[in-house]
Structure formats: structure tokens, C-alpha cells
């Protein structure tokens, strides 16, 4: 049973470029969010992402998108980066329907530097 | 604004001590209630979590956490640590809002075993 995966492990970009990671969800997860977490903080939440549409957004500017396919995976997008956005991106994945209890399963994470 | 706040950032323990992290949280409906840990160069791992029932709670590795409504707090507690439990330590709160399950992590804390 293949737990969240996330690509690539490590990546470095310049100010101003754009970035896209990605993460496949655990097998029969359907919800994927993702995650800040910069150095000697704890996961901030960016978005989430339920059948394909973007259902909760946390306190981070447009620069930042997603997008869920069929299959569950999702990937987040950041243009004109910043050199703050330096941090290790984690994703999770869930299930979304009420009833349960939401339990989220990380990835290993993206750690993106830049410069 | 919901938020968990964790109150020790750093602890330092020699091998054998007990130990106990506090949290609290801050949010007025029903929440579903989480410690997750993260061992150096690993992912996020799910320690312990508390949504209903028993308000003591048993995870692995013998940690354990009560959850104190009335205080709004969730303690996580071990009685005895080892040097492996040199990590740091999330506790984390979701609840279903818009169709799926939100969460917030705390700042963590950073824990260190002296063998």
C-alpha cells in the first residue's frame, strides 16, 4: 500500500521563476492539501483540494495554485517566487467525507530553495 | 481565529525522565485532535489522535495524551523517554468545515533525549 509520494525531494529556483511539485495521494485517499513549513515552524495550511475543485484556502497569496486530477493526485504551482518562499512543502492526503475523522498522511515533502 | 498553541519550543530531557508537552486550542465547535512527530530527515508520522470516547489515549511508542475539554487541551505525555524520541512534536486540530476536514498545527516542539 503506497503511502504519499511527493516529487522532486529537493529543487532550487530563482526569484521570480515558477515552480510546480506534486504528490500522489495514499491508495484510496481522496483529498489532497498542502503544506508550508518553514524552517522552525509548524505546517502552515496552503489549500486542499476534494473532487478536482479547491475546497479550503489558508492565508496565502494567488502566486499559489493547485490542482487535483481524476486519479486524486494533485500538484501546487508557485509563480514569481520569493526568496521567503523558501521552506519544505509538505503534502497530505485524507479522506474528505464527513463521517470520518480527516486523518492526514504526509509525504516526505519538497524542500525548494531560493535563490 | 482557531489556532493550537504549543508552549515549549525547546525541551531538553535526560534519558528515563518523563515527560509531558502541552496544547491548546483554540476553536468552539466539535475537533478531532492530533500529535504527530517528525524524526529528523523523516516525514510527519502520526503519533496519537483523539475524536471521541476515552480521553486518554494510547499511541505508539508509549506515548499517551488526555484531552481536557473544559481547558481545551490536549497534553501529550510519555513516562519514561528514550534517546530515539529526539524529535519534534506537532499537535494538530482538525474539523469539518466546507465539505472536508480543515487542520492547524502548532508551532511544535522540538524535543531532545540526552542518553
Known amino acids: 500500500d503506497a503511502g504519499v509520494t511527493q516529487s522532486p525531494t529537493h529543487l532550487i529556483k530563482t526569484r521570480g521563476q515558477q515552480v510546480t511539485l506534486r504528490c500522489s495521494p495514499k491508495s484510496g485517499h481522496d483529498t489532497v492539501s498542502w503544506y508550508q513549513q518553514a524552517l522552525g515552524q509548524g505546517p502552515q495550511f496552503i489549500f486542499q483540494y476534494y473532487e478536482e475543485e479547491e475546497r479550503q484556502r489558508g492565508n496565502f497569496p494567488d502566486r499559489f495554485s493547485g490542482h487535483q486530477f481524476p486519479n486524486y493526485s494533485s500538484e501546487l504551482n508557485v509563480n514569481a517566487l520569493l526568496l521567503g518562499d523558501s521552506a519544505l512543502y509538505l503534502c497530505?492526503?485524507?479522506?474528505?467525507?464527513?463521517?470520518?475523522?480527516?486523518?492526514?498522511?504526509f509525504g516526505q515533502g519538497t524542500r525548494l530553495t531560493v535563490v | 481565529a482557531q489556532s493550537v498553541s504549543q508552549h515549549n519550543h525547546h525541551v531538553i530531557l535526560s534519558e528515563a525522565a518523563s515527560l509531558e508537552l502541552g496544547c491548546n486550542y483554540s476553536y468552539g465547535g466539535t475537533v478531532n485532535l492530533f500529535w504527530y512527530v517528525q524524526y529528523p530527515g523523516q516525514h510527519l508520522q502520526l503519533l496519537l489522535k483523539y475524536f471521541s470516547g476515552d480521553p486518554l489515549v494510547k499511541g505508539i511508542k508509549g506515548f499517551e495524551a488526555e484531552f481536557i475539554k473544559s481547558k481545551f487541551s490536549f497534553n501529550l505525555r510519555k513516562p519514561s523517554v528514550q534517546w530515539s524520541d529526539t524529535a519534534e512534536y506537532f499537535c494538530?486540530?482538525?474539523?469539518?468545515?466546507?465539505?472536508?476536514?480543515?487542520?492547524?498545527f502548532g508551532t511544535g516542539t522540538r524535543l531532545k533525549v540526552l542518553a
Open positions: 497530505a492526503s485524507s479522506l474528505g467525507q464527513q463521517g470520518g475523522i480527516g486523518e492526514a498522511f
Open positions: 494538530a486540530v482538525n474539523h469539518f468545515t466546507s465539505g472536508t476536514y480543515k487542520y492547524i
